[in-house]
């Protein structure tokens, strides 16, 4: 309880961030530090079940306030149901299939209070499995990635051995990648110093000395490198030595206009266009 309330202090309070500080908590995104909820609240469930177990109460008590309990969470996740219905409705816009979701949860929780373990994990385990079955690589396997017009596109462009970069788009930053090419923006796994020092030399090591994703950038002009997050940088894309001796391809999902690059290929879907570029002439 004291580590989801510390969690919860430091998504939501202001004030002195020393405690959160000495914990690296500042390096740590919101997304990150949600997923760490929700294993403390895996934590704290599996401890509720334990002392559940201890109280000597009436069946008929015990089953007044799990059912009691049980819907008042089932209002509350309505209610952020609703809201993200409202703000989000890419994300879900289907009435019945919130209903289903927080009802299906809300008995997890009844089954914890009225000392129904096995009942609750059996629960809790069909849910989590619903909830991932559609979108995890696990069950739906990587087509969606791996047999797309994009990459596709990649890899009917270019040799295996090409040297790729990405542009300005952090959610296409390992498509090259996944296309069997030579990725060199993108997920950065240890500090690469001596290919990075080539940018600005040493000067710029507190940038490119992290595990990080790196990007080429059309939008900070003639700044080599650029922290844009505490796991991000971005390096300029210009017509310099750099970008002409490590790079063949660049992949972007708007048009560059530099002598250096060559439109070499154009892939169209209903709301995004990708560009190839040659790098060179």
């Given amino acids: 309880q004291a580590g989801i309330l510390f969690f919860l202090a430091d998504l939501f309070l202001p004030g002195p961030q020393l405690p959160f500080n000495l914990l ?13 909820l929700g294993f403390l609240g895996l934590i ?11 109280v000597k109460i009436s069946k008929t008590w015990l089953y007044l306030i799990g059912l009691g309990y049980g819907l008042l969470c ?25 209903i289903a979701s927080a009802g299906f949860f809300s008995l997890i929780i009844v089954a914890v209070l009225i000392k129904k373990p096995v009942w609750a994990a059996g629960l809790l385990l ?6 991932v079955i559609r979108t ?3 069950y739906q ?15 009917a462009s270019s040799p295996k ?14 498509f090259a990648a996944i296309s069997n090419r030579d990725s060199i923006t993108g997920t950065q ?17 507190d940038i490119y000395n992290r595990y990080a994703h790196v990007l080429l950038s059309t939008t900070q002009g003639n700044v080599p490198l650029m922290l844009v997050a505490p796991d991000h940088f971005n390096v300029a894309l210009n017509c310099t030595p750099f970008i002409e001796n490590n790079f063949d391809f660049l992949l972007a999902a708007h048009r560059i206009d530099l002598p250096c690059l060559t439109l070499n290929k154009t892939t169209s879907y209903p709301y995004i266009n990708f560009y190839i570029y040659r790098v060179g002439h």
């Fill in 24 to 36: 690296l908590l500042d390096r740590v995104p919101h997304q990150r530090l949600i997923i760490g």
């Fill in 44 to 54: 704290h469930m599996l401890y509720v079940m334990r002392k559940v177990s201890l």
């Fill in 74 to 98: 089932f209002l509350v996740m309505l209610a952020f149901g609703a809201f993200t219905r409202s703000h989000f409705p890419i994300f879900i816009s289907n009435w019945g299939l919130i």
């Fill in 126 to 131: 069909i849910f989590t499995v619903g909830s």
């Fill in 136 to 138: 995890t690589p696990l």
């Fill in 141 to 155: 396997g990587l087509g969606p990635l791996v047999n797309n017009k994009a990459s596709v596109a990649i890899a």
């Fill in 161 to 174: 051995n090409s040297r790729w970069g990405v542009v300005d788009d952090i959610y296409l930053e390992n």
């Fill in 189 to 205: 796994f240890y500090p690469d110093l001596s290919f990075w020092s080539k940018v600005e030399g040493s000067s710029g090591a």
